[in-house]
Structure formats: C-alpha cells, structure tokens
C-alpha cells in the first residue's frame, strides 16, 4: 500500500515562504515522477512541479522561478520550496507519485497567503 503524507502548510504573509515536504510509504526511485499539485476553493485540481530522474523538472508557469521541487531518495521525500509567495497561492497542495503500475495521492496541506 503507497501512502503520501504531507506536511509542512500553514498561513504566511505576502512574499513569505513555506517549505512543504511528502513522505511516501515506499521506496522512490530516480526513476519514478513525482509531483505537486494544488487546488484553491472552486478551481479544479491543477499542477505545480514535477521531479523525475536527478534533474530534470518542470513547472507551471504561475510559480516558475518561485517554487523548486526537490527529492530526497534516501528519505524518501520530496519538497516544495515556495518564496515569494502570493496570495494566488493559497490552495490545498497534494503530492503525487506516478509508480509501481498506479497513480498516488496524499492527502493534501492547506497553504493560506494573507495579511
């Protein structure tokens, strides 16, 4: 059974920064995508960043050159690095894992931006 749980929300202010982490149940490979999705009251599910191999990773646009998505396969977690972070941020952010035939979600950590 893949478990995500992840950690690591909370309110912050206006050009602040959060650090979410996922721990996953399992063992991650390089080789496995993993991913941050979120998702803001009324808006449909949509994507943040994703990791696969050692390097290679992309991001929405909204956050490019905000946000940095890292992994730790020894410790079998991923993070979401978010500075300068903007009240367009505040959203639910779920991580994901696409491996071992399924696909995998956690439960999600409530970011809030405000003054």
């Known amino acids: 059974q893949v478990q995500l749980v992840e950690s690591g929300g909370g309110l912050v202010q206006p050009g602040g920064s959060l650090r979410l982490s996922c721990v996953a149940s399992v063992t991650i490979f390089t080789n496995n995508a993993v991913a941050w999705y979120r998702q803001a009251p009324g808006k449909p599910r949509e994507f943040v960043a994703r990791?696969?191999?050692?390097?290679?990773?992309n991001y929405a646009d909204s956050v490019k050159g905000r946000f940095t998505i890292s992994r730790d396969n020894a410790k079998n977690r991923i993070y979401l690095q978010m500075n300068s972070l903007k009240p367009e941020d505040t959203a639910v952010y779920y991580c994901?894992?696409?491996?071992?035939?399924?696909?995998?979600w956690g439960q999600g950590t409530q970011v809030t931006v405000s003054s």
């Open positions: 990791i696969s191999g050692v390097t290679s990773t």
């Open positions: 994901n894992l696409n491996a071992f035939g399924g696909v995998y």
